[in-house]
């Protein structure tokens, strides 16, 4: 049998309750507080995004309580065929909404306040993420990716009734 000094034999169990923890915060993450990696679900020419679903952004209804919001985001604002400095799209609680995004321009952020939605839109990579809201509030959606000088302005609204 192998001799293992005392103290390395330490080491390794204290190695192995440490990785055994990190493991355990993994598993836990996606089974009990259910995140989900944002998934490029598809790839398009960011210059021309006219021949695409996302030629024509905005919220469609699928079913009574689903919805799809495609988004184009481009330097600085999130475009989902509502005007205005602070577009907003209004849900009823209880809803889920799938998002498919894309940047045509440069890298930005998509960021759901209070929920698990935190994507990263590069050009020519279309990322999807669902998510549910099921308390009523206001939950801004920010660009969290430095993007350039007009990067502050890049809001939008989720109001949840
Ligand atoms: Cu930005």
Not at 28 to 52: C, I, K, M, Q, W
């Amino acid at each position: 049998m192998i001799h293992i000094h005392r103290l390395e034999r330490y080491w390794m169990i204290t190695v192995g309750i440490v990785m055994g923890g990190f493991m355990a915060a993994l598993v836990a993450s996606v089974l009990v507080y259910g995140v989900r990696l944002p998934t490029p679900v598809g790839r398009v020419d960011p210059t021309h995004l006219e021949n695409t679903d996302l030629a024509t952004p905005g919220l469609t209804q699928d079913s009574e309580h689903a919805y799809t919001l495609r988004v184009v985001a481009k330097m600085w604002q999130f475009d989902f065929g509502v005007k205005g400095q602070m577009p907003k799209i209004t849900l009823q609680h209880g809803s889920s909404l799938k998002i498919v995004a894309t940047s045509k321009d440069v890298t930005h952020g998509f960021y759901v306040e209070q929920h698990n939605v935190n994507m990263m839109l590069v050009p020519g990579q279309i990322s999807e993420m669902d998510v549910v809201f099921t308390k009523p509030g206001i939950y801004h959606i920010i660009c969290h990716e430095y993007c350039g000088p007009g990067h502050q302005n890049m809001i939008a609204v989720i109001e949840v009734l």
